[in-house]
């Protein structure tokens, strides 16, 4: 049982959640291996996301890799700031409490959330939704 709403959390909403783990957990092995690939040409720094010496992506040289990451896998490219809405629109089609969204999209206010990222998915929507989860597990 949550202690803020009273009722058991659905597994839905930490789906997500689950995602950026496992996400940021392939980041930290990719990460590892290229400090060791590196030796004495890593820079040390807390951040996630470095170059293969370890310092700081330039980002226009990010968003360039963005691009091909979008070429390759086949999909429209993007600004990297559109990958926002399109996570708060798949949150919400998800059924995610908008507090949650709030959280993940590190928004200050709910009306940011609600209004400028958010559209009501149609039941279409949900059922692509639930064709591309059953996809990703296998």
């Known amino acids: 049982m949550s202690s803020s709403t009273g009722r058991r ?7 997500p959640l689950c995602l950026c783990i496992a996400a940021l957990r392939d ?4 990460q590892e291996k290229a400090r060791q690939d590196a030796g004495k040409r890593w820079k040390h720094s807390d951040l996630v996301f470095t170059t293969k010496n370890g310092t700081p992506i330039e980002p226009r040289n990010f968003y360039r890799s963005f691009e091909r990451y979008c070429e390759r896998a ?6 990297v ?4 809405h399109t996570c708060a629109s798949l949150l919400a089609a998800l059924d995610v409490h908008p507090r949650v969204a709030m959280r993940i999209l590190r928004h200050s206010q709910i009306s940011v959330t609600m209004n400028v990222y958010t559209q009501v998915p149609s039941p279409e929507t949900r ?5 591309l989860n059953q996809s990703l597990d296998g």
Do not use: E, S
Request: no cysteine; proline share 8%; aromatic share 0%.
């Open 27 to 30: 980041r930290q092995r990719i």
């Open 127 to 131: 059922k692509a939704l639930g064709r």
């Open 74 to 79: 086949g999909v429209p490219r993007i600004r």
């Open 9 to 15: 959390p659905r597994r839905r909403t930490r789906r």
């Open 81 to 84: 700031h559109d990958t926002r």
